[in-house]
T-cell receptor, first 115, second 115 residues
Framework: DTAVSQTPKYLVTQMGNDKSIKCEQN?????MYWYKQDSKKFLKIMFS???????INETVPNRFSPKSPDKAHLNLHINSLELGDSAVYFC??????????????FGPGTRLTVL | KQEVTQIPAALSVPEGENLVLNCSFT??????LQWFRQDPGKGLTSLLL?????REQTSGRLNASLDKSSGRSTLYIAASQPGDSATYLC??????????????FGTGTRLTIIP
């Protein structure tokens, strides 16, 4: 009965490779997000995606591309991985209700290490 | 630009004591405020969500308050236990420059309860 799940949990890869992280939520939520937690443990939003509308936040390089096959899934594809991409990536989801302020539920995270 | 600060960065207290964690934010135009806990190497667990129209929320031994006008929130933990040891993150819900709803996180308070 996992709410928000991510695979893989750990990902170790070489610089220059392309990799994907998968996220699924079974909460019936409308909106999904990707956050990045850097080495200093600071969490920052990367994307949000709802009703097939993708909103990209300003600090994200275009090597990162989220893909949503349906409302319950939001995958993160990363091209040409760089050392600085090493971080923990968290997926989250929430309902999309009028007025905003909806509680976000987070997945367990994917620890990406680029060598 | 919203900035969220948590003080102290680390806190150690003996088991059984009551304690308060602080969170401050610079922009009072928020939807809500969420408190999370993060255990080492784990994901985020949502503890409490306070909507912008509310003053406080309680769950078991936890009580969170919100003073939107002064840009402050506190998380009160009563009768602390060793299992409360974790990093506590404050996150403010608002709208990004790109129009999507997002959480802006503080840098966290690492709490250690001494048995």
């Amino acid at each position: 009965d996992t709410a928000v799940s991510q695979t893989p949990k750990y990902l170790v890869t070489q610089m220059g490779n392309d990799k994907s992280i998968k996220c699924e939520q079974n909460l019936g939520h409308d909106t999904m997000y990707w956050y990045k937690q850097d080495s200093k443990k600071f969490l920052k939003i990367m994307f949000s995606y709802n009703n097939k509308e993708l909103i990209i936040n300003e600090t994200v390089p275009n090597r990162f591309s989220p893909k949503s096959p349906d409302k319950a899934h939001l995958n993160l594809h990363i091209n040409s991985l760089e050392l600085g991409d090493s971080a923990v990536y968290f997926c989250a989801s929430s309902l999309l209700l009028a007025g905003g302020g909806n509680e976000q539920f987070f997945g367990p995270g994917t620890r990406l290490t680029v060598l | 630009k919203q900035e969220v600060t948590q003080i102290p960065a680390a806190l150690s207290v003996p088991e059984g004591e009551n304690l308060v964690l602080n969170c401050s934010f610079t922009d009072s135009a928020i939807y809500n405020l969420q408190w999370f806990r993060q255990d080492p190497g784990k994901g985020l667990t949502s503890l409490l969500l306070i909507q912008s129209s509310q003053r406080e929320q309680t769950s078991g031994r936890l009580n969170a308050s919100l003073d939107k006008s002064s840009g402050r929130s506190t998380l009160y933990i009563a009768a602390s236990q060793p299992g409360d040891s974790a990093t506590y993150l404050c996150a403010v819900g608002g709208i990004s420059n790109f129009g999507n709803e997002k959480l802006t996180f503080g840098t966290g308070t690492r709490l250690t309860i001494i048995p």
